[in-house]
């Protein structure tokens, strides 16, 4: 049961560091911090120092940092260490620092991770790393450790070649030449069109190689490179959702449990590497402009700076209404989704 220790980790380390960046830049600018929390709901344990109650709360789900004056509508115009008192860009910056705080977590896992050194999937050759159960692969026979030598007559060498070929051609019959144990077998397979990505698949997946040890300096860089990558290919990804190009697929609760339970069955490398891609995640999407995320109350702020006084607290009150709506509904589905995949086996 390692698996519910990793997600009760991933979880904790996620919205740990999105609130200690809230709390690290409102202390800097001297903001009066009232109260960390982790979770919501009924205390479970805590401790208080001088101005701040620290806390664990018994909801595992999100925290918060409560600061002198950050609710709407509540003024203290007279304590220069209230939130409310403060530049409108400073208030942007505090509520900022939570999301920036998840890129930040990423590059200093995958530091780690490129330091010591981690399995990753090798495209550089057309090998088979992993046959999918219940698909055209398997039922047509191949195997891992096939390496495809051609397809259609075509010589294939890396797994993009393989991807081209297969992803266009879904109900076609494609005829594989593979090398297995120095020998060379034709096997004829059917990509099935999967709606969800909008394009054939076999089943297939290319094998794993372990990346050298990176010193310090040098894993920093690809660090910071790797979480570029995975940001821009995040925003991507939700700009073809959103424009139709592919069908939407989120994950929940249970859709997060399951991930992590696969991960650590591969080992605890790929546990920290998609707690890296999940942070990235956590971070785009607090930065989305709907009332009630970071995102929103950025929004406002800006709106602030433009017009020289803030948005009155009836109106924020009102959109963070709608917000939490938007917020529910992508719950919900999310949930669903889950809930068919669960129902739903094999691969999605």
Known sequence: MSWIFNLIAAIGALVFFHELGHFVIAKLLHVKVEKFALGFGPEWFGFSTAETRYSVNLIPLGGYVRMLGDEPGETHPDLPRSYQTQKWYQRALIV??????NFILAVILLTTLFMVGISVLDTSTSAIG???ENTPAQQAGLQSGDIIASINGQPVKNWDEVTKI???NSGNTLSLVVRRNNKEISIQAKPEYKAKVKHGILGISPGRKIVE???????????VKETAFLTVFTVKAIWWIISGRIAPDVAGPIGMAQLVQEATKVGFANVVYLVVVLSINLGIFNLFPIPILDGGHIMFLIIEGFRGKPVSAFKIAIA???GLAILVTIFLFATYKDIIRLLRPGPK
């Not at 900022?96 to 705080?101: D, E, I, V």
């Not at 040890?213 to 660090?223: D, I, Q």
């Open 166 to 168: 297969i992803q266009p």
């Open 213 to 223: 040890k990176e010193y310090p300096w040098p894993a920093f860089k690809k660090a």
């Open 130 to 132: 992993k046959v999918i």
């Open 320 to 322: 963070q209404k709608a």
């Open 96 to 101: 900022a620092a939570g999301p920036l705080t």
